[in-house]
């Protein structure tokens, strides 16, 4: 098997155990074969012991002595147990959001939920989900939490999630309330991002932020942007008030997914007009 860099050799061993009881290849009271697995990983013993005692700790195998390590009882109810300890684990983070009440964290998290929103394509909403949850883990969580969040995901395929079609409609919502009860908190919030800006959001999503603002005594202002005028104007004024100037960096930056469809249409009946009268040769290369 070639090497996979950037990753430990102990991990790749727990994700090929692990795959092998998800796909039915090893059972419950099955006994590991590491000779085996050596051989079809190319490893030596010893990242294969370290992954036997990883997998031992989160209850996926058991050790015996001077008898080998064997799964441990795989069902529906342990796939189910998984699931719960992990919205468990992440619920103490999002606890502890929701009493502090960063406006700095609301903030990226209005972000990340106006990409899911607009986020129909299943793997765009999965990947985006996941970083609204390492936002709240990153600031709340800490090593020891962190640790048994991972542990508690190990029956919880991250290519399941990614494939997963009914995610947008089924998850949003809890992502939505998550973040109007951080607003509940009572911090007060003036952000750019589109998600809590009112002419972009829908009638109930509106009165959710609305009621978690009066049960909070909280506050919430969604500017909007102003390209034109944060990516020139604003930069422009910071200057004037700086002795000297090293460097200037503004970056814009845009989640297109909701007109690209749009764009396409738009540019083809713009080139269809334009060339309807006379022919044109254009050669164009166009990547949206």
């Given amino acids: 098997m070639p090497k996979k860099y950037g990753v430990k050799e102990k991990d790749l061993v727990v994700s090929h155990v692990v795959n092998l009881v998800l796909t039915g290849k090893l059972r419950s009271g099955d006994r590991v074969d590491r ?18 005692v990883q997998l031992e ?24 147990e998984h699931h719960e ?6 619920g103490i983070a999002s606890a502890r959001a ?11 998290l209005g972000v990340l939920i106006d990409s899911m929103r607009n986020s129909k394509e299943s793997r765009a909403f999965q990947e985006t989900a996941w970083k609204f949850r390492n936002v709240i ?18 029956f919880i395929p991250r290519g399941f999630w990614l494939s997963y079609l009914n995610n947008h409609d089924e998850l949003l919502p809890s992502y939505e309330d998550e973040a109007a009860a951080i607003l509940e908190s009572g911090a007060n919030l003036i952000t750019t991002a589109f998600a809590f800006h009112p002419p972009r959001m829908a009638p109930r999503d509106r009165e959710r932020l609305q009621q978690a603002c009066t049960d909070g005594n909280s506050s919430l202002h969604g500017t909007g942007l102003n390209p034109g005028n944060l990516g020139v104007v604003v930069p422009l004024a910071l200057t004037g008030m700086s002795r000297t100037i090293e460097h200037v ?21 713009y080139i269809n007009k334009q060339t309807s009268k006379r022919p044109l040769i254009l050669p164009v290369i166009l990547e949206v």
């Avoid at 300890?85 to 992440?90: A, D, E, N, R, V």
């Avoid at 960096?249 to 009946?269: F, G, H, T, Y």
């Fill in 137 to 154: 883990n990153d600031e709340y969580a800490g090593p020891r939490l962190q640790a048994a969040i991972r542990a508690s995901q190990t």
């Fill in 85 to 90: 300890l992990y919205g468990l684990l992440i």
């Fill in 249 to 269: 960096k503004v970056q814009e930056r845009a989640d297109w997914s909701v007109i690209k469809e749009k764009i396409r249409v738009d540019l083809k009946r």
């Fill in 98 to 108: 929701a009493v502090d009440g960063i406006p700095r964290i609301l903030d990226q």
């Fill in 57 to 80: 700790h989160d209850g996926i195998l058991s050790t015996q002595y001077h008898r080998g390590a064997y799964v441990e009882r795989f069902d529906e109810s342990v796939v189910r």
């Fill in 35 to 52: 000779n085996e697995i050596a051989n079809d990983l190319g490893l030596s013993r010893v990242p294969i012991q370290e992954a036997v």
